[in-house]
């Protein structure tokens, strides 16, 4: 008898049973968001007046974020500078749910800074300052020492190397021969010309420019990735290479024999910032739970396809992915309904790209057309249309025994159907207030005879610079009226 192929939830839910130990070059991303209306008249350059900053953890860093994005238990190890940019980033890493940061700081270290300066959606600039030379031997060793310590109930290692002087050769060959002491799978996030440094690992994830120029060999065409590919596993006892291929892919080349190519799935591509880190760290979560290396290199890809589709360096929330994969088998609708985490990223997305965001909310129990009236005339007023949508128990506490009609998922998916509507986003609160602190709307709408006086959440939004409106709707429909006439 066949067993039963997992269904998509429990598929992506079983990703937060994996344990990962990650080692790797970490470094601080700052990401200043804002827009260009003038030339400077000092020199012939944009001049760019913020609007937002972000900073969070890059380079292996965003691996620990998208591992713990999914679920994942995370054990991360890295050095970092005893500078102000090394404590930033030991407070950002300690707020992560699900990472133990382990930051071995080494006095007279800078922590590596990069910053990007975005106007609607453009990178126009990038400094970074940089810190290339190896960790000492001293630290070297004693982030070893740490590292085989953490691999002890761990199910896979990744390596992510960013060129910045952690995993020094010493440390990288001693980490794999950590790893297969302990009989677990090394993945890498490969750097440089030198895959000696690697040799006997489980799999390695270079892109395509990156295949090239470790192999010495031509990569345009699938059959040239192939033989790349297999000249490196040859030649290090790699045992696979997922070759991430940018608009056209990914390839699987495994020791077996077996090839697969893979479909890029992105709809709309905004940013490839930490498009690696994302595919690396699906790939081992799911290995870690026992996929096969097709299925796994599949999940990442599509968790790919969503973080393209993103501004800055992002990670996959679980319930993005789920939805992703619900999209390919059934119905784009319910892409459109999203958790609290994943509609923050959507919205900073939004808003970096220069796109005005409105917010409307209601129970929306059995859908007329005050609903529909209200829906396109917020849209109108705006570049996108969040919806806050009661939960079943909160339409219950509001409305009384027998209250939903619907459950909210179904209330979600056919709100998603509207063209007017952008996102959905259940909330389990009486009222939207959190969820509108949280996503910081420009335009709060409510229809009918409100005042501003009595809209949840005006208050925050004129606070931060937005706006409030009042739309008229459709008069003379109303949900309970309408059960009313139903019972007669």
């Given at each position: 008898?066949?067993?039963?192929?997992?269904?998509?939830?429990?598929?992506?839910?079983?990703?937060?049973?994996?344990?990962?130990?990650?080692?790797?070059?970490?470094?601080?991303?700052?990401?200043?968001?804002?827009h260009v209306e003038r030339i400077s008249p000092e020199a012939p350059i944009p001049v760019l007046r913020v609007d937002d900053e972000r900073v969070m953890p890059g380079g292996a860093g965003n691996v620990a974020r998208n591992l713990a994005a999914l679920g994942a238990d995370v054990a991360f190890l890295s050095a970092v500078g005893g500078d102000e940019a090394g404590t930033e980033l030991k407070a950002a890493l300690g707020a992560e749910a699900g990472i133990e940061a382990m930051l071995t700081v080494v006095p007279g270290r800078a922590t590596t800074v990069k910053t990007r300066f975005v106007a609607m959606s453009q990178q126009i600039l990038r400094a970074d300052r940089e810190t290339t030379q190896p960790l000492d031997k001293a630290s070297a060793e004693a982030l070893l020492a740490a590292l085989t310590a953490a691999l002890k109930g761990r199910q896979v290692l990744i390596l992510s190397d960013y060129g910045k002087g952690v995993l020094t050769p010493g440390f990288a060959r001693g980490a794999i021969a950590a790893a297969r002491a302990a009989g677990i799978p090394v993945i890498v996030d490969p750097k440089g010309r030198d895959y000696s440094l690697y040799a006997g690992a489980s799999v390695v994830t270079p892109n395509r420019k990156e295949l090239g120029e470790a192999s010495g060999a031509a990569v345009d065409t699938d059959e040239e990735i192939v033989v790349a590919a297999r000249g490196l596993m040859a030649a290090h006892g790699i045992g696979a290479v997922v070759v991430t291929r940018a608009q056209a892919g990914m390839s699987v080349v495994a020791a077996s024999g077996e090839v697969t190519h893979l479909k890029a799935e992105a709809r709309e591509v905004f940013d490839v910032s930490g498009a690696g880190d994302t595919v690396v760290s699906t790939l081992a979560a799911a290995l870690a739970v026992g996929l096969p290396l097709a299925e796994a290199a599949s999940l990442a890809n599509s968790a790919a396809g969503i973080v393209v589709g993103k501004v800055g360096t992002a990670v996959v929330h679980r319930d993005e992915l789920a939805a992703k994969l619900r999209e390919r088998e059934f119905s784009a609708l319910e892409a459109k309904v999203a958790g609290l985490k994943s509609a923050q990223d959507i919205v900073a997305g939004w808003r970096a790209r220069g796109l005005r965001v409105g917010f409307t909310n209601g129970c929306f129990d059995l859908l007329h057309p005050g609903h529909v009236t209200l829906l396109e005339r917020s849209r109108a007023l705006c570049d996108r249309l969040v919806v806050g949508l009661n939960s079943d128990a909160s339409v219950t506490r509001l409305k009384g025994e027998g209250r939903p009609v619907q459950p909210d998922i179904a209330r979600a998916t056919v709100l998603a159907a509207l063209t007017s509507v952008d996102l959905v986003v259940i909330f389990e609160e009486d009222t939207p207030y959190a969820l509108i602190r949280a996503l910081r709307p420009d335009l709060l709408v409510k229809g009918g005879d409100y005042t501003i006086d009595r809209i949840v959440g005006a208050d925050f939004v004129l606070a931060n610079g937005g706006r409030v409106e009042i739309v008229d709707v459709v008069p003379g429909f109303s949900t309970t009226n309408t059960l009313a006439r139903l019972k007669g």
């Amino acid at each position: 008898m066949t067993e039963k192929a997992p269904d998509i939830q429990s598929l992506v839910e079983g990703l937060g049973r994996a344990r990962v130990a990650l080692a790797g070059d970490v470094m601080l991303d700052r990401f200043v968001y804002g827009h260009v209306e003038r030339i400077s008249p000092e020199a012939p350059i944009p001049v760019l007046r913020v609007d937002d900053e972000r900073v969070m953890p890059g380079g292996a860093g965003n691996v620990a974020r998208n591992l713990a994005a999914l679920g994942a238990d995370v054990a991360f190890l890295s050095a970092v500078g005893g500078d102000e940019a090394g404590t930033e980033l030991k407070a950002a890493l300690g707020a992560e749910a699900g990472i133990e940061a382990m930051l071995t700081v080494v006095p007279g270290r800078a922590t590596t800074v990069k910053t990007r300066f975005v106007a609607m959606s453009q990178q126009i600039l990038r400094a970074d300052r940089e810190t290339t030379q190896p960790l000492d031997k001293a630290s070297a060793e004693a982030l070893l020492a740490a590292l085989t310590a953490a691999l002890k109930g761990r199910q896979v290692l990744i390596l992510s190397d960013y060129g910045k002087g952690v995993l020094t050769p010493g440390f990288a060959r001693g980490a794999i021969a950590a790893a297969r002491a302990a009989g677990i799978p090394v993945i890498v996030d490969p750097k440089g010309r030198d895959y000696s440094l690697y040799a006997g690992a489980s799999v390695v994830t270079p892109n395509r420019k990156e295949l090239g120029e470790a192999s010495g060999a031509a990569v345009d065409t699938d059959e040239e990735i192939v033989v790349a590919a297999r000249g490196l596993m040859a030649a290090h006892g790699i045992g696979a290479v997922v070759v991430t291929r940018a608009q056209a892919g990914m390839s699987v080349v495994a020791a077996s024999g077996e090839v697969t190519h893979l479909k890029a799935e992105a709809r709309e591509v905004f940013d490839v910032s930490g498009a690696g880190d994302t595919v690396v760290s699906t790939l081992a979560a799911a290995l870690a739970v026992g996929l096969p290396l097709a299925e796994a290199a599949s999940l990442a890809n599509s968790a790919a396809g969503i973080v393209v589709g993103k501004v800055g360096t992002a990670v996959v929330h679980r319930d993005e992915l789920a939805a992703k994969l619900r999209e390919r088998e059934f119905s784009a609708l319910e892409a459109k309904v999203a958790g609290l985490k994943s509609a923050q990223d959507i919205v900073a997305g939004w808003r970096a790209r220069g796109l005005r965001v409105g917010f409307t909310n209601g129970c929306f129990d059995l859908l007329h057309p005050g609903h529909v009236t209200l829906l396109e005339r917020s849209r109108a007023l705006c570049d996108r249309l969040v919806v806050g949508l009661n939960s079943d128990a909160s339409v219950t506490r509001l409305k009384g025994e027998g209250r939903p009609v619907q459950p909210d998922i179904a209330r979600a998916t056919v709100l998603a159907a509207l063209t007017s509507v952008d996102l959905v986003v259940i909330f389990e609160e009486d009222t939207p207030y959190a969820l509108i602190r949280a996503l910081r709307p420009d335009l709060l709408v409510k229809g009918g005879d409100y005042t501003i006086d009595r809209i949840v959440g005006a208050d925050f939004v004129l606070a931060n610079g937005g706006r409030v409106e009042i739309v008229d709707v459709v008069p003379g429909f109303s949900t309970t009226n309408t059960l009313a006439r139903l019972k007669g």
